[in-house]
């Protein structure tokens, strides 16, 4: 395509003018960024790094449309969005957006019930408003930049601004400090833009290596002490309840007896608060720390989705340690095995079976999803039927949010509370009446495992605290950690001792008389 005459100096002003225009655009967008920094100086790297990123970005865009208008409006609309969704997991979550949940957005568009009600309405339109308007602006009225330059000069200014701004990533990133791994505090003194790429920069340049575990070391049934024999071996059951914690140490309104269950079960076993790596969601890091008793400070970049490049080969696991000593192990999971990349996941950490959502009757729900009571009838049924030790793991689904997308049920009130809560409060309640069903689950499965043959144990704690942010925000409530139990059927280890999640499986074996981990 030949140039018009002349036409060369008004494209190049032309991309030149949208592309200054985008970058100093983007400076209004950091007052919307939640949480705002504390008044600190951030350095000139930090500067430098976001306006290479919004010059790789908006060439880039260029390139693509051959419209610098379009690319510049695309670019701050595509930067709005990951602003309204960094607010969104800030205000729910109490953790701003990482790179590594660039992984998740697939998930959000399979499973849009358990993200997309958390954005803020009006946000959300104001995000799909800017990039549609980016969209009708850029490719219906904005003629081709190659019209006016000609191909040669387009692919030159395109491919040297890509350059410019790859020169600038790389020299300011280099001179940019080492990210804390403290989300919040990252955002505050580098800025969203960085931080995001930072993190991406340090995954790439810190593979996984190998974490000790305390489950470790070779195991066999010659190390299985004396007192036990193979055939005395107990079933073990774990229940990872989803957002399980006493929430009646949120209200004193709330009845005791919601949980009158776990408190018999703890009254005869061991019990505690639980040390918890997530707030309102990521339940991969809590059941990634139960089951390989490894730390989240451990894994560094990689704690916050241990599941997104940590796992790619077998890791010591509490599964694999007890499928060393004889036991079957199996997962039960109602909700799609390949949810945080589960079916590759679980059998790398020792599995034998999976069981997901496609076993379910999937008109057995309490909410949205399958009933407490229903994953335990599939335990019931595994244990009865096995004339082996088994390990059942199961991770449950009908307590999690979004909360108010559920209503109050007539008696909701009156059953929960011994006084009214005053509005604002409505998510604690119907958490409180799937928690109900939950404490019915742990009264069940004591029962079940004490009318097994064999011995048995049950290990119970929550992944972390619900997702109630109004709720939080009216209490000034800010203590993330849950609650587990270990109970055995007869004579077991008694009394109250807080944990950290990546002990618990440890406790577990020390419970069941298997040794002591190291």
């Known amino acids: 395509m030949p140039a018009l005459p002349g036409g060369l100096t008004t494209g190049l002003a032309w991309a030149l003018s949208a592309w200054l225009a985008g970058g100093l655009l983007t400076l209004p967008l950091e007052t919307l960024i939640q949480p705002q920094g504390e008044g600190r100086t951030r350095p000139a790297s930090a500067w430098v790094l976001q306006f290479g990123l919004w010059t790789l970005a908006f060439n880039l865009l260029m390139l693509l449309s051959q419209r610098p208008v379009f690319a510049a409006g695309l670019g701050l609309a595509g930067a709005l969005v990951v602003v309204l969704v960094n607010n969104a997991k800030y205000r729910v979550l109490q953790e701003t957006f990482l790179f590594s949940d660039f992984g998740l957005f697939s998930q959000a568009f399979r499973h849009p019930r358990l993200y997309l009600p958390f954005l803020d309405v009006r946000q959300a339109l104001a995000g799909i408003t800017a990039v549609g308007l980016s969209l009708y602006l850029g490719l219906w009225l904005e003629p081709a930049l190659p019209i006016y330059t000609g191909w040669t000069a387009f692919l030159v200014l395109a491919a040297g601004g890509s350059i410019a701004g790859m020169l600038m990533i790389r020299i300011a990133g280099r001179a940019a400090p080492v990210p804390t791994l403290k989300p919040e505090l990252d955002l505050s003194e580098l800025g969203l833009a960085a931080s995001l790429w930072l993190y991406w920069r340090l995954e790439r340049s810190q593979p996984p290596s190998p974490v000790k575990s305390p489950f470790q070391r070779s195991v066999g049934p010659g190390n299985i002490p004396d007192s036990v024999t193979q055939d005395k071996l107990p079933h073990i059951v774990a229940v990872q309840s989803e957002s399980f914690f006493d929430a009646r140490r949120l209200l004193d309104t709330v009845r005791p007896q919601i949980l009158a269950h776990f408190e018999c079960s703890a009254r005869a076993g061991l019990r505690g608060h639980l040390d918890v790596p997530a707030w309102g969601a990521n339940t991969m890091r809590t059941e990634f720390g139960f089951l390989t008793g490894i730390s989240a400070n451990q894994l560094g970049v990689h704690q916050f989705n241990p599941y997104r490049r940590y796992v790619r080969q077998p890791i010591p696991s509490l599964a694999s340690f007890l499928r060393?000593?004889?036991?079957?192990?199996?997962?039960?999971?109602?909700?799609?095995?390949?949810?945080?990349?589960?079916d590759r996941v679980f059998p790398l950490l020792g599995f034998d079976n999976f069981i997901d959502v496609r076993h379910f009757d999937p008109q057995e729900t309490c909410g949205p999803y399958i009933c407490d009571a229903a994953v335990t009838r599939a335990i019931g049924d595994l244990l009865a039927d096995s004339d082996r030790p088994l390990f059942i793991f199961a991770i449950t689904m009908e307590n999690h949010g979004p909360l108010h997308l559920e209503q109050v049920a007539p008696g909701d009130t009156e059953r929960l509370y011994t006084t009214p809560p005053a509005d604002g409060f409505e998510?604690?309640?119907?958490?409180?009446r799937h928690l109900e069903n939950a404490d019915t689950m742990l009264d069940e499965l004591t029962g079940i495992l004490s009318r097994q043959p064999r011995d048995g144990l049950l290990c119970w704690f929550g992944d972390h605290v619900p997702s109630m942010p109004r709720v939080y925000a009216n209490l000034g409530y800010t203590d993330g950690r849950t609650d587990y139990l270990i109970w055995r059927q007869g004579t077991g280890t008694t009394g109250r001792r807080d944990l950290a999640v990546e002990d618990l499986g440890a406790a577990l074996i020390d419970a069941a008389g298997l040794g002591t981990m190291g």
């Open 324 to 342: 060393a000593l004889g036991y079957r192990t199996i997962c039960i999971h109602p909700h799609p095995a390949s949810f945080f990349s589960r």
């Open 427 to 432: 998510d604690l309640t119907v958490y409180l």
